[in-house]
């Protein structure tokens, strides 16, 4: 369970900025070791709205860029040339700086705070701390400007030393530690690999994949047609249906003729070979036993959108694990997105503690014109891009609203920023370009 995240000198985060999992009324967040009671204090919904390009995305880039280097940095970016990083790009100087990326979560009782600080050429800091008990436990720093670059706490057992000998300046110890069996850093790196998820809105067809994957556990299935019935789409069952790939089948046949094979056959795969697998989704026509099955392909693209995140969200809840969703209101109708936030908000439908962060433009979410509210007060985020391109990340309760107040009304009325500036003389111009009256170009 993810409690709070940090991240500055990112995308366009330049000043270090916070999201935090924890309702405005527990502890401080800059004193971890004070968590006694945190469990109940942990949200598990929390949404993020602004403009456009206002860097609400980059928030959510900024905690999968950690995830990716956590799993990625010990092998995958031992082929790169530089760390794959982008520090905050509109001042020079920030260019140079380091990148600040921090997490603090729950796993198995125990609290961590993991983080580190980075530029393109290499990691300048690193750091692991546990709370085992209401006490802080060193596991490990690190710090390049320092003479003796490396400390480790009495806590923190393995072979350490042999580890860090090992551990290249563009690499983290935590993923090097990992990669060598070490067992306590496998621990908190099991967070990131395991319970950390993102949905993007241009990754839809590897979660439809996650999603038909589900097939082959009966219960999962069954919960995912569940789900495709509630959204009230028409459907009524959903299976995959499995048949040869004909492109495979095409291959074997050119393979076969530039061999100049007398029997085309011996290439031809039998009918146990590889094989496409079909979704495909059943629609009533007049009984319930009547059902004409259609593609996925064939569906709208509200269905595909839907069906795309069910696995995701499955995985979530039933991992106990962190989900993130960029643009969640993209092509889902507004009834769908709110039932996605009440799994999430339902402890039995989400026993877990499972956690969803996710963007929106959709401000319905936030109640009061239209009817009850999907989030609390402590669930409602913003981001804000100040006049040098600088995002600015806050939520809701710095403005301490009423409980009875209107908040879609007062953030559509600017009451909490982070709304677009619309300027009117630009409109105008451009409203002349598209219409340039009577006398011109007739």
Known sequence: MLLSFRVSNFLSIREEQEFSFLASSAPSRSRPDEGEGWAEDVGTLAGIFGANASGKSNVLKALDFMRDAVMSSYAAWAAKDAIPVTPFALDAPSKDEPSLFEAVFQLDGVRYQYGFRLTRREVVGEWLYAYVTHRRQVWFERDVSSPDAWYFGKSFTGRNKVIADLTRPTALFLSTAAANNHRMAREADRFFRSYLTAAWPDDKDSRVRFTQGLVSDEESWAEVTDLLRFADLGIRS??????????????????????????????????????????????????????????????????????????????????????????????????LTSEILRIFSDPKRNPKQAQLLFTSHDTTLMGGM????????????????????????????????????????????????????????????????IDPGEDEGR
């Not at 249906?241 to 089948?249: G, I, K, M, T, V």
């Not at 026509?285 to 099955?293: A, H, R, T």
């Open 238 to 335: 959903a299976r995959v249906r499995r048949e040869p790939s004909d492109a495979l089948f095409t291959v074997f046949l050119l393979r076969a003729l530039q061999q100049s094979y007398s029997s085309v056959g011996e290439l031809v795969p039998d009918r146990g070979g590889p094989v496409d697998e079909i979704v495909e989704f059943g629609h009533s026509v007049g009984s319930e036993q009547d059902l004409v099955f259609l593609p996925l392909a064939a569906e709208s693209l509200g269905t595909q959108a839907w069906f795309a995140l069910i696995g995701p969200t499955l995985n979530a809840l039933k991992a106990g694990g962190t989900l993130t969703i960029d643009e969640i209101d993209a092509s889902l109708h507004p009834h």
């Open 370 to 433: 239209l009817g009850g509210r999907e989030l609390t007060r402590d669930q409602i985020w913003f981001t804000e891009k100040k006049s040098d391109g600088a995002t600015v990340l806050y939520p809701l309760t710095d403005f301490s609203p009423r409980k009875t107040e209107n908040l879609e009304r007062g953030y559509l009325q600017g009451r909490y920023g982070a709304i677009p500036f619309l300027e009117g003389q630009v409109l105008e111009e451009i409203a002349e370009r």
